[in-house]
């Protein structure tokens, strides 16, 4: 079974929560792991987003979902952790070229912004959507090899 990790702060809880619960209950094969928050009070979502990316990084999970109000701040704080390449979506079209073209592992999601329907619909597409390779690896490569 693969494994995801989901993270946000009290901006993206609902969400956050919309999402995991689709993935328990549903027809996912996908364990999932949640490192919080776990409500809506005011938090930083520096702590969640860094623990989400440290589960990635060192192959805890094979990939990671973060939330806060804008998708910007999770997404930043995770693309510092060597090996992200986490990928604001705010579309189920955006998720795919996520996967398929760069390759991504994380997938941030702008809470305040998408329904709950829509962040479902949305990660569904991240998680079912293989890297295509090919003419990407070298991108890819090239992403890793930073600044």
């Given amino acids: 079974m693969r494994t995801v990790v989901l993270a946000s702060d009290h901006a993206g809880f609902k969400i956050k929560e919309a999402v995991r ?14 490192v919080g ?3 809506e009070e005011t938090t930083d979502y520096p702590i969640f987003a860094k623990k989400a990316a440290e589960m990635v990084q060192k192959r805890q999970a094979e990939l ?3 939330v806060c109000g804008t998708g910007n701040g999770v997404a930043i704080v995770s693309n510092k952790c060597k090996g992200i ?8 079209e955006l998720a795919r070229l996520a996967r398929a073209h760069n390759d991504a592992n994380m997938l941030a999601l702008p809470g305040r912004f998408i329904t709950e329907e829509e962040a479902i619909e949305i990660v569904d597409q991240f998680l079912d959507t293989p890297f295509e390779g090919g003419r990407h690896e070298r991108r890819v490569s090239m992403i890793e090899s930073g600044c």
């Fill in 64 to 66: 990671g979902i973060v």
């Fill in 21 to 34: 619960k689709a993935l328990i209950e549903g027809k996912s094969s996908w364990k999932v792991l949640d």
């Fill in 85 to 92: 390449r986490c990928a604001l979506a705010w579309n189920k």
């Fill in 37 to 39: 928050s776990y409500t």
